[in-house]
Every structure is written in C-alpha cells, then in structure tokens.
C-alpha cells in the first residue's frame, strides 16, 4: 500500500525541518565549546554541516517559529562568506539564537501572577 501524498509531504517537512535544527544546534555548539575559534575552522564546520542541509530538499515554512530558524540558518551560511573576523560572527548568531530561543519560550510559558485579572473576584 502507497503511502497518500500528505504523508510523503509531512515527512519531508519534518525531514526538513530536523535538518534545520541540527545545523543550528551543531553550529551553537561550535561556536560555544571552540576554545580557539578561527573564521577558518567556523567556515569548515558550516561546509560539513552544510553536507547534511543540502542532502534534504528545501520546503517553503509556514510557521513564525520555523521561518525564524530558517532566517536564522540562512544567516549563518551568509556569514561564512562574509569578512566579518570569528568573534563578531560568534557574537552575533549568539545573540540571534538566543533571541530565537526567547521567542519560542514566551510563547510557551506565560506566569498569570502578575496580572491583576485573576485577583478581580476578591474584592
């Protein structure tokens, strides 16, 4: 039994989708645990990341979160390229990351104690 075109779409989103967060997470990592970072090592590292980026085929996103790692993605790649020296690059997908990991994580957790709709009963 062939499997129906929606699920051959889905897994190839997730395929996608999983692919794009290894090369984050991979070049996080890279760039975190790298006592002596180079730009040279950095674009060594992102080619062979990119290795396993490049064996999935690209699906268009839909949802902010993913478009964001995506940019994300997309920004380190350029960076590669570019003559900014390691420890701008480190620097700033850093602080992308970090804001992309905010982003998803105020969505997530919302604290109700601070609102003053919960305490409007009491009175």
Known sequence: MAASNKAIENSTRLRYIRALERFHKSMISYLLNTPELTKKGYIKKCDNALKLLSRVEEIALY????QDLQKLVQKM???????????DIKSDL????????????????????????MYKDWE
Request: glycine content about 2%; charged content about 50%; hydrophobic content about 15%.
């Open 77 to 87: 790649i350029r960076l590669k390229d570019s003559d900014k020296d390691a420890e």
């Open 94 to 117: 850093l602080y992308s990351s970090n804001q992309l990991d905010k982003n998803k994580n105020s969505r997530r957790y919302k604290k109700d104690k601070h609102s003053n709709d």
């Open 63 to 66: 949802k902010g979160e993913l």
